[in-house]
Structure formats: C-alpha cells, structure tokens
C-alpha cells in the first residue's frame, strides 16, 4: 500500500486552485448589494442608537441642557436656554442655543473653544425639553399658540387654527422662522400646496404663521 505525500509545495497549489471556487461561494452567500463593499459604520443601525428625528431636534428657549468639556470642571455647565435663545459659559460669552441641534451648538463652542485650547472635546446632552409650540396669527379663525407634536405641515396647522377667514390672502402667506443666523420669513402659497405643488412645507418650534 503505496502513501501519498503531500509536500509544502503541492499544499500551495491545491490551496490556490481551490480560492477561486470559494471565492464563488462566499459572494453568492452574500446578500444583494454587499458584494465586495464595505458596510460603514454610519450605515449600521444599533438598539438605542439616535433617530434622524431626534438628531434634527431643534434647542427652544427653556430647554435643560448639560454642557461637557473633557478636563475641564470649570466649563463643564448645567444650563437652561435663556428667553433670548442664549447660554453662557465661562471664557467663551454668550452663545446662541435657541434654533440650533445639539451638534451644531457643539460645533459652535468647539470653536470657540480652540482660542484656548487646541484640541478641545465637548459634549451637548439635551436633559429636559419643554413643549415645543407654534403660533398662527392674522386672518383665520383661531389664532394663538398651538402644541408642536410630531411632524406638522403648514396646511395641517392651518386646519387646526380654524381655517381662514373671509378676506384672508391665502397666496401671501408668512412662515417667521428663528434660527441660529437670526430671523428668517419663508414664503408659501395655501394655493399652490392644495393642488400638490411645490415642496411640503414641515413647521419647526417656534414658528409663526402669519396669515395676512
């Protein structure tokens, strides 16, 4: 009875011969649309982690905010956003909150941080909210302030002021919108949005319509 060896050489080639076929195997395994790329992390989706919602959520005055600066005790602040739409911190002042993600206020600080401190790390962890409102001023039924809950559109918030009254001017329609740049006024026309045109329209905490 006649033994086969098999030398490190013969190993090579039998493994080099057989990576094609496993090559095949392992991308039919695969599920559609993964074949040969890579998964990035941003892609990957864990319990607990932050929803696009939560991650747009715009700071209101009266919010509770926790202010983190990695080595640093004195920065490190528990604040509440002013009426004015501000907080302040030592060293840096004054800086506007009100209108801003919990990012781009960190983004904000880290900045002006970097006059101190080359490399600075910080963190903004939203503790408490307050209701977020809206208001509908002008020619409708039911003017005043409304709860924000969830996604509302321009039209739904309309319909839930009463709709309009006889003479109001339903194309000159005035969203005011405050935001970290300051005051802006966003144009929309109730005519255009009933027939399905243009782009809908979602309010943000602290808008006011203004219905001419």
Do not use: H
Not at 47 to 64: C, E, F, I, M, W
Not at 119 to 145: D, K, R
């Amino acid at each position: 009875m006649t033994k086969s060896t098999l030398t490190p050489f013969s190993l090579l080639i039998l493994l080099s011969t057989a990576s094609p076929a496993l090559a095949q195997t392992q991308a039919a395994q695969r599920p559609s649309g993964q074949a040969g790329s890579a998964v990035s992390p941003s892609a990957i989706s864990t319990p607990g982690s932050t929803t696009a919602s939560n991650a747009d959520y715009r700071l209101v005055v009266g919010d509770k905010l926790r202010i983190e600066v990695y080595k640093d005790t004195q920065l490190s602040q528990s604040l509440q956003v002013r009426p004015d739409g501000k907080v302040t911190l030592p060293l840096i002042g004054d800086v506007t909150a009100e209108g801003r993600t919990s990012a781009e206020l960190r983004d904000s600080l880290v900045a002006s941080l970097k006059e101190y401190n080359t490399n600075p790390v910080v963190t903004v962890i939203v503790v408490e909210t307050v209701p977020p409102m809206f208001y509908v001023m002008g020619e409708v039924n039911a003017p005043g302030s409304l709860p924000l809950k969830g996604q509302i559109t321009v039209l739904q918030a309309l319909a839930m002021a009463g709709g309009f009254k006889d003479f109001a001017k339903r194309n000159k329609i005035m969203i005011q919108r405050k935001g970290a740049a300051g005051m802006t006024t966003v144009k929309f026309d109730y005519n255009d949005a009933v027939k399905g045109n243009g782009q809908v329209v979602y309010l943000r905490p602290g808008d006011t319509i203004i219905v001419p």
